[in-house]
């Protein structure tokens, strides 16, 4: 089966206060290996981004000024996710603004199923940290990258999380193998048994007098 998993850079939090996406980013993965197809962009926003946003992510004004708008890429993003599966860490953040988006330009909303790995990680650790930090030095994915918030390294380091909380790395049980060495095993034990083990005279003598000793009657006198 084929996924996105999909993350998203933004001016602010909410779209009510005219908040909008500045990054895209989208790794395609088949039967949860990255098929190397990827969706990247940055976006003009058309406002200027929020102090807080800035401090997450580093886009500057003058950066984004130069970026192609929403409706210029919008195409292409609808042709890469088309209806795959979405992976996303805190879903309804990402999916408000990208509706968001293309209620502006009159699209409709995305029908897409969605697997929320804040919420797959909170059912599996209840208490404790499920931010995607947390979540890598939980399963020592290294995040030495993640100096700021980036759309493409979030979603990479979101993949090897994504894979663990579903427990796709468990080591899978070779029965064929597992047989193989249990007869091998078996064949060993058989062999074994088939030899005739005869004890020395010394062997036989201590036997006797273990027997003379302990034995109420005695038949070896």
Same mark, same amino acid.
């Given at each position: ?29 088949? #039967? *949860? ?22 401090? =997450? ?15 210029? =890429? ?7 996710? %088309?209806?795959?599966?979405? @992976? ?12 968001? %988006? *293309? ?8 029908? #897409?199923?969605? @697997? ?13 940290? @499920? ?25 990479? *380091?979101?993949?090897? =999380?994504? @894979? ?56 070896? #006198?």
């Amino acid at each position: 089966m084929k996924e996105i998993i999909l993350d998203t850079e933004t001016t602010g939090i909410s779209i009510k206060e005219g908040h909008r996406i500045v990054e895209i980013g989208c790794i395609e993965l088949d #039967n *949860l290996t990255p098929t190397k197809k990827n969706f990247h962009c940055y976006l003009n926003p058309e406002r200027k981004v929020s102090e807080k946003a800035f401090e =997450v992510h580093g886009y500057t004004d003058e950066f984004l000024a130069k970026q192609r708008k929403f409706e210029e =890429v919008c195409g292409d993003f609808l042709n890469f996710i %088309e209806d795959k599966r979405l @992976i996303i860490h805190n879903s309804e953040f990402d999916l408000t603004h990208l509706n968001n %988006e *293309l209620s502006l330009l009159g699209k409709k909303k995305l029908t #897409n199923q969605v @697997i929320d790995t804040l919420t797959l990680a909170r059912d599996k650790f209840p208490g404790s940290p @499920i931010s995607l930090d947390a979540l890598c030095k939980r399963y020592r994915i290294d995040n030495s990258k993640r100096i700021k918030h980036t759309a493409l390294i979030d979603c990479d *380091l979101l993949s090897k =999380v994504y @894979i663990n909380l579903i427990d796709q790395k468990e080591p899978k049980l070779n029965f064929q193998n597992q047989e193989e060495q249990s007869n091998e095993k078996n064949i060993l034990n058989f062999e074994y048994y088939k030899k005739i083990i005869t004890p020395s005279e010394e062997e036989i003598k201590k036997h006797r007098e273990y027997l003379k000793k302990n034995l109420k009657k005695n038949y070896f #006198n």
